[in-house]
């Protein structure tokens, strides 16, 4: 068998790898376009947080650095020192997911099998 005969014989399969391969391009820029039909959201609702968020971090840079009462105090508060508590019944926690593992009980497992106390 020569080697002309076995590439005319792959001509339809390159051709369905470069109709495949151009359907995934095409798909893969069509979608992101697919989000422009999603529910609106008022473009004002994260103003306030990140107004607030804006002010303390300029009031943080005419200032010299900051000791450790004045961190700690602000970092108690919430989820850091810049967010205080924005937005933190938004985020995603292993609490609220019931098939969430954390990385401790992930750990433990394995102990549990290197020991053999499974």
Do not use: C, H
């Not at 590439?7 to 051709?15: D, E, N, V």
């Not at 992101?32 to 609106?40: N, T, V």
């Not at 924005?86 to 750990?107: G, H, L, N, P």
């Amino acid at each position: 068998m020569s080697m002309r005969s076995t590439l005319s014989k792959l001509r339809p399969l390159r051709f369905l790898m470069a109709a495949f391969v151009a359907t995934i391009v095409f798909f893969t820029y069509a979608f992101p376009a697919l989000a422009i039909s999603a529910p609106k959201s008022d473009p004002r609702e994260g103003e306030a947080p990140i107004n607030d968020i804006y002010e303390l971090s300029e009031d943080a840079l005419k200032g010299g650095p900051p000791g450790l009462e004045a961190t700690s105090k602000p970092a108690n508060q919430g989820l850091n020192e810049v967010q205080a508590d924005a937005d933190a019944e938004k985020m995603v926690t292993t609490e609220d997911s019931k098939e969430a593992v954390t990385a401790q009980d992930q750990v433990e497992k394995v102990l549990e099998r290197i020991t053999g106390k499974d």
